[in-house]
């Protein structure tokens, strides 16, 4: 697998053969809980981490994917779906982090019901150019997931862990 293939598929999760953004989306979630519980201090530098890291990974190797595919967002693309689904949990984190043993699987379902539905402005961000069109929207579907998971922990959920 080339340098540019693997870090855009997140080290082949988006070459599995069924839905491969929710696998994609996957790490930081699975980050996120396993932090929540252990030591949630690193939970915040670990969710930029992801942010960065699958930002600069789609940015600067999409294109040659994308050329080499030639799909404007091929599926196996999931370093997006990383970055955006670790705003949604860096969102959850700095604003209830009382709640950080209990959100995970909130923030997953809905970044990835905001990344699958494209509300707008995360469809007209999808048509900027090659890399940065298919990390804008999931940047976009990010913020949302995490402002609506916020406004549902304030109201729904219990406020415990154990």
Known sequence: MKKAELLTTCFGLGKLPVAPGTWGSLPPVVAYQVLGYLYPAAIVPVMVFFIIAGSWACVRYAPAVIAATGKKDPGLIVADEVAGQAITMLIIALLTPENICNTAVLGFVLFRLFDILKPWPCK???????????????????????????????????????
């Open 124 to 162: 007209r961000l999808e048509k900027s150019p090659a890399g940065v069109g298919i990390l804008a929207d999931d940047l976009m579907a990010g913020v949302y997931g995490g402002v609506v998971a916020f406004f549902v922990i304030q109201h729904l959920v219990p406020q415990y862990c154990g």
